[in-house]
């Protein structure tokens, strides 16, 4: 169980039986400002965990861009030079054709 939802046990219980609870010490105020200072040093680190895994999977998209851009334009320079090769070598045909 999470220290919220024992403290939510704790909170119907002490509607039930508010004697009990008190008895266990459950609404220390000690205790209460330790559960809390503990949940949201838990909520820091998780913050900090997930900042640091969505940075590195927007490095990772980022490599994957420059690689497909850069494979892109391999891939339009040989398309171009493939197209300049292929007309120089049909025009001398075209020109015979059309005489």
Known sequence: MTRHCILLVMIAMCVASPTSVVAMGAFDPTLLQQMTQTDT?????LQQQLAQQAQ???QQRWLQLQDQQSTISTIQQDVTVNKAQT?????????????
């Open 87 to 99: 007309s120089m070598e049909i025009n001398p045909w075209a020109q015979y054709l059309m005489q």
């Open 56 to 58: 590195a999977q927007q």
């Open 41 to 45: 040093t838990s909520q820091d680190a």
